[in-house]
């Protein structure tokens, strides 16, 4: 299967910890994507990073890629409530296909 | 500028009835893809449609189908409604060139009964 595989599957922190979320692949990358979903809701992109780069940051936001182990994670700092959602990582495949085969998510929860 | 637009938000239908989602991309985005969300088998890849072609299809039965207008405006049909295609479907549009994520519309959320 493509599907990309995310652990944990489930996060609960406190605010202002950091939070960590990992990301694994199976197939040739054009490049790694992480999006956040607020209850069901549309996603959010959040960051993209190309398969020929290795770290990526916005904001609070840090995004590792390691193509050899084929894996990313997303490193979120200093939490605050508002970033409780689910969050995902989505990948662009090589094969001429434009589309996102995403994982099956991470569900954050910051308590106050 | 405006976002993605899907309509209807919510929408209930009986089995056996057929229904049409609609999608607006983002002003200047002429991909747009469909996705299916459920609790059970996540976020699944329906099509990609560019330039009023589909380009890609994912693993699903025929009675999915879409179309694109020249307006880069986009619809998908869902015929012979089952209980299981009670989903949230999500619309996305992009510039379609390597580098760029998507835009998400708030999706529609359709419930079979």
Known sequence: ?112 | KAGVTQTPRYLIKTRGQQVTLSCSPISGHRSVSWYQQTPGQGLQFLFEYFSETQRNKGNFPGRFSGRQFSNSRSEMNVSTLELGDSALYLCASSLRFEGYGYTFGSGTRLTVV
């Open chain 1, 1 to 112: 299967s493509q599907q990309g595989e995310e652990d944990p599957q489930a996060l609960s922190i406190q605010e202002g910890e950091n939070a960590t979320m990992n990301c694994s692949y199976k197939t040739s990358i054009n490049n790694l994507q992480w999006y956040r979903q607020n209850s069901g809701r549309g996603l959010v992109h959040l960051i993209l990073i190309r398969s020929n780069e290795r770290e990526k940051h916005s904001g609070r936001l840090r995004v590792t890629l390691d193509t050899s182990k084929k894996s990313s994670s997303l490193l979120i700092t200093a939490s605050r409530a508002a970033d409780t959602a689910s969050y995902f990582c989505a990948f662009s495949v090589i094969q001429g296909a434009q589309k996102l085969v995403f994982g099956q998510g991470t569900r954050l929860t910051i308590n106050p």
